[in-house]
């Protein structure tokens, strides 16, 4: 019910931008996010957005270079990275929740539905 796509292979300073559709109640529910996992690390927050499309909020590591969007007529969730750096080389994968309250999602456990996956590899 989310598929993740737009990873590749980039040098670094290259900018990127990943989408990841969603399909029925997925989407609309709630918020949204993005994390990823690097070999041999646990799967880590980078972003995440309100069900309205407002209040974006992102991990210390990727403010500033990355951007999170979302288009629910198109029911897709956007991450746009620039300023690519070796080390957000990873898997980035994006998340659902029915859930949109007051809180920032930044946990895995905060989700229910989960894309597979799209590599991206930054090399210097």
């Known amino acids: 019910q989310l598929q993740a796509s737009g990873g590749g292979s980039v040098q670094a300073g290259d900018s990127l931008r990943l989408s990841c559709a969603a399909s029925g109640r997925t989407f609309s529910g709630g918020d949204m996010g993005w994390f990823l996992q690097s070999p041999g690390k646990e799967r880590e927050f980078v972003a995440t957005i309100k069900r309205s499309g407002s209040l974006p909020y992102y991990a210390d590591s990727v403010k500033g270079r990355f951007t999170i969007g979302r288009d629910n007529a198109k029911n897709t969730v956007y991450l746009q990275m620039n300023s690519l750096k070796p080390e957000d080389t990873a898997v980035y994968y994006c998340?659902?929740?029915?859930?949109?309250?007051?809180?920032?999602?930044?946990?895995?456990?905060?989700?229910?539905?989960w894309g597979q996956g799209t590599l991206v590899t930054v090399s210097s």
């Open positions: 998340a659902a929740t029915a859930r949109s309250g007051g809180l920032f999602y930044t946990r895995m456990s905060s989700y229910e539905y």
